[in-house]
């Protein structure tokens, strides 16, 4: 028997407030590394909510949930595609290199996300 899509509905919202363990280690404010990205953060909130704020040439913000599976993140909901981009992730003391997995139907979000960002 399939689960109602009311149903499935009312599991998302209950579950979008809650934490994801496996997104600890990316959570928090990050930064390009270099010069080079004026005007361009990350942030990756405990619920796995990420906002990905552009230079001013770009305009505006993506944000989105997001679904982290070890050293994997699944990017979804960002204006400018529906779709789900994989990107995998790299993390130590002060240092997260995000790296593109396949391909991702966002080309603004592929651009900006994809290096060496630091806290």
């Given at each position: 028997m399939r689960p109602s899509p009311m149903l499935m509905t009312m599991l998302g919202l209950?579950?979008?407030?809650?934490?994801?363990?496996?997104?600890?280690?990316?959570?928090?404010?990050?930064?390009?590394?270099?010069?080079?990205?004026?005007?361009?953060?990350l942030t990756i909130r405990p619920t796995g909510v990420f906002e990905l704020h552009m230079a001013?040439?770009?305009?505006?913000?993506?944000?989105?949930?997001?679904t982290f599976h070890g050293d994997t993140a699944i990017f979804r909901g960002a204006a400018c595609e529906r779709g789900e981009a994989r990107y995998r992730l790299e993390v130590s003391d002060s240092a997260l290199v995000i790296t593109p997995i396949g391909t991702d139907g966002c080309a603004v979000r592929r651009r900006t996300l994809a290096g060496r960002w630091t806290r």
């Open positions: 209950m579950t979008a407030g809650c934490a994801q363990p496996a997104a600890r280690p990316y959570v928090g404010s990050w930064r390009p590394s270099g010069d080079s990205a004026a005007g361009v953060a001013d040439s770009a305009g505006g913000v993506l944000k989105g949930p997001a």
